[in-house]
């Protein structure tokens, strides 16, 4: 059991622990009202499809790399051309402080890539239509509050710029074969004390 890959193993104390937190994020009503599947669905006409812990990847055109990620959770709506992102935080600070750990984790960068790898996917299997993409972070901090955070269409703009300059980075690394240092110091005389 202990040699299994695949499983992490846990104390009790920590399974304890996530069992209440799944308790408080499913006493939420903003939260199931997000993860909800329509009750009056046809599965045979079911416009909303939902994916959980799904694996995607995609090609980057101009670089000789690409994104993959397991996506904690997208639904479609073709009835309502509207695709929701939700990425589920648990934090040990408090709800307030999240805006900050999101700079100070780059959880801005994690949203950019779930983002364009959802896009790719939409765009390979469901090319016929446009949607509307709407970036959520559902998070519980260390006080079991939940609070569902929308990530604006002008932020998530501004990851995808960021995303853009990161991926830049790397491909400078990656073409070059040069990781003694980081990025910003690969250039000479950068940074005068």
């Known amino acids: 059991f202990l040699n299994n890959k695949v499983v992490d193993v846990v104390d009790n104390d920590t399974l304890e622990k ?15 009202e997000l993860f909800r599947s329509d009750p009056k669905s ?7 499809t939902t994916y959980t812990e799904q694996y995607l990847q995609c090609d980057l055109q101009n670089y000789k790399f ?15 051309s509207k695709v929701i992102i939700c990425d589920l935080k648990t934090t040990s600070k408090t709800i307030s402080d999240f ?54 269409e002008s932020t998530m703009d501004s990851w995808g710029k960021g995303l853009k300059l990161t991926l830049d980075e790397i491909n400078v690394h990656y073409t070059t074969k040069d990781y003694s240092l980081p990025f910003e110091f690969l250039k000479p005389n950068k940074y005068i004390l």
Request: charged share 25%.
């Open 99 to 152: 805006v900050e750990t999101i700079d100070f984790y780059n959880y801005w960068l994690q949203a950019a890539i779930y983002y364009k790898l959802v896009y790719e996917y939409i765009k390979l299997n469901k090319t016929s239509k446009s949607y509307e993409y709407l970036f959520k972070f559902v998070v519980i901090d260390k006080y079991n509050q939940v609070y569902v955070f929308d990530v604006s």
């Open 18 to 32: 996530c069992k209440r937190q799944v308790e408080y994020l499913e006493s939420n009503q903003d939260v199931m």
């Open 42 to 48: 046809d599965f045979e006409l079911d416009t909303v």
């Open 66 to 80: 690409g994104l993959h990620g397991y996506i904690d959770y997208f639904k479609i709506n073709d009835e309502t």
